[in-house]
């Protein structure tokens, strides 16, 4: 497919006539606006005649499906990675301004706990996530007449989960209940016994082990265990290994960012789309029986076509594969210090060869992404699935560039 739009912005149906699309694009006619997907814009004025367009949209906490159809044709299709880094990179920074703030300053008087946040207010990663739902669909809307949307989020009972005869009042007496905070819980769970050496160090003080780091794993119950202080500081010095059956427990985070941006995803599209472009919710199970009833594979885009309310329409096998990258490393430098006190930059210079990260550059016939980048003039090119060319290096000079980064990176796939 190759996406139009009119000389005033407004999208128009796609074509499929490449003949005509470069006869005008070498008579002036029409300009290239995006490479992937090839879009260009009229240079003249044109009808406006387009059919109705819906745009299914399966949310998700890890990767969003979109299917935009008509009733007889698949116009286009992508399946979106989102980043999972927001909760490392801001408790890396947490961590680093605590440690500044601790050697600049001895004592810092104590501030009065008078902040308040604002209504509606969400977690950084949460926000995040909503964000880029919003913009995925903008993106589809700016080269495609979307007549209407339909939005599905699945809602997850997690307290179901946990303990599937649950009911009544169970809901409102937690596994903390009468507890005074999460370490006495555990304490109790664990029967103030060391999970590790059972007793036998004798130590009778005892502390709380992080399974996962606090960073990654949170302080849930679940990925807390109870370790006596001689096998907690082994632990961390290297000479005591946990035994193998402790693993972390379920984790419920995909479960719970589904339940929180479920509405607020939804409201948020019918203020910025109604009236013009009516929007709609729908479940689950409706997407499960109309897949099953057409004979449809379970995927990302094929749900979202079935979404769309279309799931015979016609597809040609491609689709767009786009992974949502940083825009920019903050952390100005590294951790380790040098001799002299030298602390090593971390950014990268901007460009290196005439080239960025994450550039997309053509070699041997197939398209890569420049994932890392030397001053010696060998870079690092892989696909968006981790793919490498090979195990080491390419040289820059056989690299063809194709075109300058974007926060999402797409690939044409074919299923």
């Known amino acids: 497919m190759v996406y139009v739009v ?3 912005g407004q999208p128009l149906m796609p074509t499929n006539r490449y003949g005509k699309v470069y006869r005008m694009l070498r008579s002036g006619m029409a300009v290239v606006v995006k490479k992937c997907p090839f879009t260009i814009q009229l240079q003249y004025e044109s009808e406006r005649n387009v059919q109705p367009v819906a745009l299914g949209i399966d949310a998700g906490s890890k990767h969003v499906g979109v299917s935009a159809t ?9 399946d979106v990675e989102l980043r999972g880094d927001i909760v490392k990179l801001l408790a890396t920074r947490r961590q680093l301004r605590r440690s500044r703030r601790s050697r600049k300053t001895r004592y810092r008087p104590a501030r009065f706990d008078n902040r308040k946040r604002k209504n509606g207010w969400l977690a950084p990663s949460i926000r995040q996530k909503i964000e880029s739902h919003l913009t995925v669909v903008a993106n589809v809307c700016k080269i495609l007449p979307v007549s209407r949307i339909i939005v599905e989020t699945a ?32 304490f109790f769970r664990d029967g103030h016994t060391c999970q590790c050496c059972k007793g036998r160090s004798k130590d009778k003080i005892l502390n709380v082990h992080h399974i996962e780091s606090r960073k990654t794993g949170g302080n849930a119950p679940n990925n807390l265990i109870t370790l006596c202080e001689t096998c907690h500081k082994g632990y961390h010095n290297g000479t005591v290994t946990l035994p193998k059956n402790i693993k972390r427990g379920m984790k419920f985070k995909d479960a719970a960012f589904m339940g929180i941006m479920r509405w607020t995803f939804y409201n948020t599209l019918k203020e910025q789309y109604e009236p013009d472009i009516p929007v709609h919710y729908t479940y689950g199970y409706i997407t499960k029986n109309t897949r099953i009833n057409h004979n449809l594979p379970k995927g990302h885009c094929i749900d979202a076509r ?27 430098h590294k951790q380790t210090i040098l001799k002299g006190g030298i602390r090593k930059s971390n950014q990268a210079e901007y460009l290196v060869r005439g080239f960025r990260l994450f550039d997309k550059v053509r070699y041997q016939g197939r398209e890569y992404f420049i994932f890392g980048r030397r001053k010696s003039g060998f870079f690092d090119i892989r696909t968006l699935s981790g793919e490498k060319v090979n195990k080491g290096s390419i040289n820059v000079k056989r690299l063809t560039f194709v075109d300058t980064r974007k926060n999402y990176l797409t690939e044409r796939r074919t299923v």
């Open 6 to 8: 009119a000389n005033d």
């Open 70 to 78: 008509t009733k007889a044709k698949v116009l286009y299709e992508s």
């Open 155 to 186: 809602s997850f009972d997690i307290q179901k989960i946990k303990n599937p005869d649950i009911q009544g009042t169970e809901y409102q007496q937690g596994e903390q209940m009468d507890f005074w905070n999460v370490r006495e819980y555990v």
């Open 306 to 332: 079935c979404i769309s309310g279309n799931p015979d329409a016609v597809s040609d096998g491609t689709y767009y594969y786009q992974k949502k990258v940083r825009c920019h490393n903050r952390q100005i």
